[in-house]
């Protein structure tokens, strides 16, 4: 009986399996997803993200054999991270850091380092966002231990750390990681970074985007000034959406510091277009570093100006709708 047994379970467990087709076609809708989210708005690639999420988890429950599980947890902790950035995008820290951290698990079941690295990292840009610089610095570090992650991952991976350390005021630890980028030029692949890429990916628009924000941080405003003039010039050659959503964010840290150096009227041309943004890209990023801008817009010599006032009254309008909704104090200068 004990061997009758046996080979019943066995015989259950080998007929407990998915066609491989049906899994192929849910990884591509999981690629799609990631690659098409710098060009969705975020409320929209969070909605496929949780039916893309909510299916794989039901096939797992319809497998046994651990090829098709190894995928489907692949995928599910893919999916769960880019529904983390559309949830940020969305304003809602604690769902994007509930999300992430359910990506990091799905790569520690199946050891998968790539995506092991991305959720961590994801979860060190989101404890400096909801003002925690000392965990964000020890997270990206934790990130950056993984191994079989690319040149792309750890381009981001140092950008990410850049700006924890920037957070932290350490200015010395911020510049070195940004310097560290131009290291990564191995020619490594992985599959996360660079096979699914879109949102998994890190432009060199991205990584200049990043870095404007960092040298902010660290009132390097020449070095701000001029990374946000570079990524505004590498965004030229992206699709309009991304031009929309990761240059918008760079007009604004480039208004930022002009009028830093009291160019008002050049702050003022540089963040005009921001302004014409749809609701739906209003992201909690881009409506917190205008928040940034409306701070610095109070400075005693500065704020009586025509322009100023006229500035302050357009950056509130704009930021009583969109995407993002929290009111964090991110961008400190």
Request: proline share 3%.
């Amino acid at each position: 009986m004990t061997a009758r047994e046996a080979a019943g379970h066995a015989s259950e467990a080998a007929a407990k399996a998915l066609p491989d087709l049906t899994l192929d076609q849910a990884e591509d809708d999981t690629r799609t997803l990631a690659r098409d989210y710098p060009r969705t708005p975020p409320g929209e690639s969070y909605r496929r993200g949780l039916d893309l999420l909510r299916l794989a988890q039901a096939m797992l429950e319809q497998t046994q054999r651990p090829r098709q599980r190894d995928r489907l947890y692949l995928q599910a902790g893919s999916t769960a991270a880019i529904m983390a950035s559309a949830a940020f995008d969305l304003g809602s820290l604690s769902s994007a850091v509930s999300l992430a951290r359910t990506a990091a698990l799905y790569g520690e079941v199946i050891d998968h380092h790539p995506l092991r690295a991305y959720a961590h990292g994801a979860l060190a840009y989101l404890a400096y966002w909801d003002g925690r610089p000392s965990d964000a610095v020890r997270l990206a570090q934790t990130a950056r231990t993984f191994t079989d992650v690319g040149d792309t991952g750890r381009i981001r991976l140092a950008t990410i750390a850049a700006r924890a350390h920037a957070h932290m005021g350490d200015r010395s630890a911020a510049r070195t990681a940004m310097s560290q980028v131009e290291q990564y030029t191995t020619g490594r692949r992985d599959e996360l970074h660079d096979g699914v890429g879109g949102e998994f990916a890190m432009s060199a628009a991205r990584v200049a985007m990043s870095n404007a924000t960092s040298c902010l941080l660290i009132q390097d405003v020449a070095q701000a000034e001029s990374a946000a003039e570079e990524a505004l010039e590498l965004v030229q050659g992206h699709p309009a959406e991304e031009r929309m959503s990761w240059g918008s964010k760079a007009a604004v840290d480039l208004a930022r510091a002009r009028l830093l150096r009291r160019e008002l009227d050049g702050a003022s041309e540089a963040v005009s277009p921001v302004f014409d943004i749809p609701s739906e890209w209003r992201t909690l990023g881009l409506r917190e570093r205008l928040a940034g801008l409306r701070r610095d817009l109070t400075a005693v010599d500065v704020r009586e100006a025509t322009v100023a006032l006229d500035l302050g009254g357009q950056i509130e309008a704009f930021t009583i709708t969109g995407a993002g909704a929290r009111s964090h104090h991110a961008l400190e200068v």
